[in-house]
């Protein structure tokens, strides 16, 4: 099963069998009041990974008016283990059903850096492609895996795609993006330095949680946008993912006043002038 991807975002990171104390509620609304994002950037390794983790959070600030880009770092190319696919095959197949999932949750593009999914490493090229596209983008707010995730419980091994790109991204945000002397061939792109504001990274268990969202109103998009994952639901050999999907919200959500939940660790890098 080496090379099967799925898994790394099937049953068992949908449930990572979650307890403990709830960290303090904070609403969709709550945050958007106080800090409406207005471009986000979402960095990620597989195609999948934006909806299975954070997909209804990308649905709330869409349908508030941010514009909201996604990075897939990989090509998805490993995403299927039955025998007579080619990485090329699987990978066309993965991009056709992650656009239409960003389609789903109302994302405004899809940038697809294309490294080989399985193998991927935390190199200066990967570094300086990721800030080449936040120093493109200047976002307001960036989502990235969380480096330090290793497994949930033990129950799940983290996939070491996500871990590459979640140790990349915190480069990214210091030094290379803002500082200039980092990658002086962006800046003969045009590419200028830039501060990152906010970086939030999805998190699975509650005492890594600093707030968590209440992804009631938009989970019924979440579940479509994973839907259209087709292929590696078929993997997980899921019917019907929503479920799940409804089950592991409601425990990230425990303790709260809302039913639905998703979770973040959230670094304020930036003070507001
Ligand atoms: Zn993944």
Redesign the pocket.
């Known amino acids: 099963m080496s090379g099967l ?1 799925a898994p ?2 099937g049953p068992a990171s949908l449930d990572p069998g979650i307890t403990g104390k709830p960290s303090p509620a904070v609403t969709l609304n709550h945050v958007a009041n106080e800090r409406a994002p207005s471009r986000v950037l979402a960095v ?3 195609p ?2 934006a909806e ?1 983790t954070f997909g209804g959070t990308v649905a709330s600030w869409t349908s508030s008016g941010a514009e909201v880009v996604y990075v897939c770092v990989t090509d998805g190319s490993a995403g299927q283990n039955q025998p007579g696919w080619t990485r090329e095959a699987v990978a066309e197949v993965r991009q056709k059903e992650m656009r239409e999932a960003a389609s789903i949750l109302g994302v405004a593009d899809v940038v697809f850096l294309g490294y080989v999914d399985g193998y991927l490493e935390v190199t200066l090229d990967l570094r300086r492609d990721l800030t080449r596209e936040v120093r493109r983008f200047r976002p307001d707010l960036i989502v990235a895996p969380d480096p330090s995730h290793l497994w949930s419980r033990k129950r799940y091994i983290n ?1 070491p ?2 871990r590459a790109v979640g140790e990349a991204m915190l480069a990214v945000v210091n030094p290379d993006a803002p500082s200039r002397p980092q990658f002086p061939e962006l800046l003969d792109e045009g590419f200028e330095p830039f501060e990152v504001p906010e970086l939030w990274l999805p998190t699975f268990e509650p005492e890594e949680t600093d707030l968590v969202l209440d992804i009631g109103p938009v989970i019924d998009k979440k579940v479509a946008a994973l839907r259209a994952h087709d292929s590696q639901l078929k993997n997980m050999g899921t019917e019907d993912i929503e479920p799940e999907v409804r089950e592991h919200a409601e425990k990230l959500a425990e303790g709260r006043e809302f039913r639905y939940g998703e979770g973040f660790r959230v670094f304020r890098l930036k003070e507001e002038g």
């Open positions: 991807r790394d975002v990620f390794a597989h999948d990974d299975f996939h795609d996500h």
